[in-house]
T-cell receptor
């Protein structure tokens, strides 16, 4: 049983397109996150949601829009894709979102924009 | 200065060796600390949380030094399977907002 799952695993698309990545967790956690890991392997948080409410919104272009239909799902929609959006996007979840929570990551979505 | 800094390595060690990594953080208000392991083309996996008193899990020992603002990870009796990138993560506020270091790569050879 996969705790945190993401689809698709790979996504290759052209500049200017709009795409979505889906994330689901079956851990019963209240908080979910999106991270971006760039080509230099730097892992940086983008968003976090707690029970469907936005908690963290880092300085991410507004072409990126997270959506949480329920606390087990956090999807990421990206409009007008750019070359610089190419990266691996990881979803994660944690129990409550407190400082000492342990986060569990999904397998990642490797996005390539051509 | 970066919020969280790690020596990128790689650290090349033979099997059975003991190896230690440090991770420095800049914000003295940081509250919680973690070590993650990331294999090539895989997701980060939590290795251990780091407690003020230090903690040990088998061959792995984590320490926190608040005065000097660093955390450390010690791996004893290295195995080939320990080869990976080790990421430290630091949380500053009361909500979880992890700031990751760029990772230290470990290569264990036969």
């Amino acid at each position: 049983d996969t705790a945190v799952s993401q689809t698709p695993k790979y996504l290759v698309t052209q500049m200017g397109n709009d795409k979505s990545i889906k994330c689901e967790q079956n851990l019963g956690h209240d908080t979910m996150y999106w991270y971006k890991q760039d080509s230099k392997k730097f892992l940086k948080i983008m968003f976090s949601y707690n029970n469907k409410e936005l908690i963290i919104n880092e300085t991410v272009p507004n072409r990126f829009s997270p959506k949480s239909p329920d606390k087990a799902h956090l999807n990421l929609h990206i409009n007008s894709l750019e070359l610089g959006d190419s990266a691996v996007y990881f979803c994660a979840s944690s129990l409550e979102g407190g400082a000492r929570d342990e986060q569990y990551f999904g397998p990642g979505t490797r996005l390539t924009v051509t | 200065r970066k919020e969280v800094e790690q020596d990128p390595g790689p650290f090349n060690v033979p099997e059975g060796a003991t190896v230690a990594f440090n991770c420095t953080y800049s914000n003295s208000a940081s509250q919680s600390f973690f070590w993650y392991r990331q294999d090539c083309r895989k997701e980060p996996k939590l290795l251990m949380s780091v407690y003020s008193s230090g903690n040990e899990d088998g061959r792995f020992t984590a320490q926190l030094n608040r005065a000097s603002q660093y955390i450390s990870l010690l791996i004893r009796d290295s195995k080939l399977s320990d080869s990976a990138t080790y990421l430290c993560a630091v949380n500053i506020g009361s909500f979880q907002k992890l700031v990751f270091g760029t990772g230290t790569r470990l290569l264990v050879s036969p």
